[in-house]
């Protein structure tokens, strides 16, 4: 029983010709629950409409930092009505991306912070993406925390910055990069972190996990961050796996 908590299925990479193939093979891997964020309306509609056909998904709706500038008022309504809709889990992925700045970094900074609010009002945790954007991230999740709670999703920065984020109660998630031989930083975290705050996620189709690395990622990989997770901890993959599910069961307040 493995839960992918971040995996963009709505990809039109996975839609056009692979998806019943991916989710065969996520199935054969054990992976019995996969969570589809939204990147923009768009996206966020599509991962809504998979929950709705297939039991395994579930959806979390929001507008990516690359995509900030796409955001305009009609696209709270919508995503608001959209939050009502079942099987809908979170508010994102949201957040900063400091690295690609596909989004100027002011309206970055806006658009996120409008969607902490709306996660609120919505009464949903959010899903955050954090890239070389720290400082800003945690002076916006101070000043308009999250009331439903917050995970940083594919987690990357370093173990100082996460003992910030978990004391003030967020969860960290960790993906294929955790895999990687040159990761140092993602190592020390998963070395360190209370064993009842994280989970795991490939991002996929981005950031495949060794030994994969080249190929598109897909849910099945996701026992490879799993693994790695468990050499860290010396406990087994079994161990890892129900922790993994069970954090994110709380995270995400679904049985
Ligand atoms: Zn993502």
């Known amino acids: 029983m493995i839960w992918d908590t971040h995996a963009h299925l709505d990809d039109p990479r996975f839609q056009q010709k692979y998806f ?14 996969i969570l589809n964020p939204g990147v923009n309306l768009p996206s966020s509609k599509r991962a809504v409409q998979l929950a709705q056909d297939y039991e395994f998904i579930y959806a979390a709706i929001g507008v990516h930092p690359h ?5 305009a008022p009609e696209t ?4 608001l009505q959209l939050a009502k809709k079942p099987k809908v889990l979170a508010w994102g992925e949201i957040g900063l991306d400091y690295y690609r700045d596909l989004s100027p970094r002011a309206k970055q900074k806006e658009v996120f912070i409008q969607q902490i609010e709306l996660a609120n009002q919505a009464g949903l945790p959010i ?19 999250p009331e439903y ?12 910055m996460a003992k910030i984020l ?3 109660g967020f969860y960290l998630s960790f993906a294929g990069p955790l895999t990687y031989k040159n990761a140092r930083n993602i190592v020390e975290v998963a070395q360190n972190i209370p064993l009842d705050r994280f989970f795991v996620e490939t991002d996929s189709p981005y950031l495949t996990p060794e030994p994969y690395r080249g190929q598109r990622n897909e849910p099945a ?7 790695r997770m468990a050499e ?20 995400f307040k679904t049985d």
């Open 67 to 71: 995509n900030a500038v796409e955001a």
């Open 232 to 251: 860290l901890r010396e406990l087994s993959f079994e161990q890892i796996a129900s922790m993994a599910m069970d954090n994110a069961k709380q995270f």
């Open 166 to 168: 978990l004391k003030q």
């Open 149 to 160: 709670g917050g995970a940083f999703h594919c987690y990357s920065a370093s173990w100082e």
């Open 127 to 145: 899903v955050i993406h954090n890239r070389d954007s720290n400082e800003d991230c945690l002076k916006i999740i101070k000043e308009h925390p």
């Open 20 to 33: 019943a193939e991916v989710c065969e093979r996520a199935k054969l891997a054990g992976i019995t629950r």
């Open 221 to 227: 990989f996701v026992r490879e961050v799993i693994t």
């Open 76 to 79: 709270w309504v919508r995503l």
